[in-house]
């Protein structure tokens, strides 16, 4: 079985106030299942992020400037803990092989696109 990690940052990390999702990902590379965790904060560097795991598809492309497609889809948590509901996240990126990217995601209502993404992966 061959697995591949990809951690990386969706959004830009220069503007504080901008959405980033942080994720890391773990991909079987035989059946193109993708499991992981992320990590949403939605433009207040103040408030604390949503965290939780989500599950997606690696579709590795062949063509063009990017090397794979992965999509990603899950339930976080609510930050109160009186109010125990889960939202649901899914995001769509778009990888080159130089560890750069780009990408969206829905989260709260919000719809965010043309995101820069920086990666890293290593193959186990």
């Known amino acids: 079985m061959s697995t591949e990690i990809i951690r990386g940052t969706m959004g830009s990390t220069v503007n504080l106030n901008s959405p980033i999702v942080k994720f890391s990902l773990m ?18 560097p103040g408030d604390k992020p949503y965290s939780g795991n989500v599950t997606g598809t690696l579709y590795p492309t062949g063509f063009g400037k990017f090397d794979k497609v992965i999509s990603i889809h ?7 803990p009186i109010t125990p509901i ?9 990888l080159e092989s130089d560890g750069q990217g780009v990408g969206g995601f829905n989260f709260k209502g919000g719809h965010y696109e043309e995101l820069p993404i920086t990666y890293k992966s290593m193959e186990l």
Do not use: H, I
Not at 27 to 44: F, I, P, R
Not at 74 to 80: A, D, I, R, T
Not at 88 to 94: Q, Y
């Open 27 to 44: 991909t079987d590379l035989e059946t193109n299942k993708v499991n992981g965790t992320v990590q949403v904060t939605l433009g207040n």
């Open 74 to 80: 899950g339930y976080l948590p609510s930050n109160n």
């Open 86 to 94: 889960e939202f649901g996240f899914n995001a769509n990126m778009a």
